[in-house]
């Protein structure tokens, strides 16, 4: 299965649950302000558009930190994980939102 050999190839790099997620986090972000910039600079969407992206991006920014505390305390007490875990899972998702306000507000002063 295709699920299967993409799993595969976490365990390979070596990859937990967290560290996957994380990963996956700043791909998805990376992907996002990639798409973001190539609409942008060939102006092939509206500005209204180009600004919902970054509020979107805020967004998921504000739920994936929710779910890596939920999902790290949860970690926790459960299984004693350490607090490491939740605590890099929180820096990388603060680090998100505040490029992802920072650019919401590099767009607003633009398309004044």
Known sequence: ?????????????GLGSTRRSILMLVVA???????????????????SVLIAIPV????????????YVYWGVK??????EPY?????GVIVA?????LNYTL???LISLSR
């Open 1 to 13: 299965m295709a699920t299967d050999k993409g799993i595969a190839l976490f365990r390979v790099l």
């Open 29 to 47: 972000w990376t992907l996002n302000v990639a798409w973001l910039g190539f609409n942008y600079f060939w102006s092939l969407v509206p500005k």
């Open 56 to 67: 979107l991006m805020l967004l998921y920014g504000v739920l994936a930190l929710v779910a």
């Open 75 to 80: 970690g926790v007490r459960e299984q004693d």
């Open 84 to 88: 490491a875990s939740v605590l890099v």
């Open 94 to 98: 603060l680090t998100l939102l505040y």
């Open 104 to 106: 919401l507000d590099a």
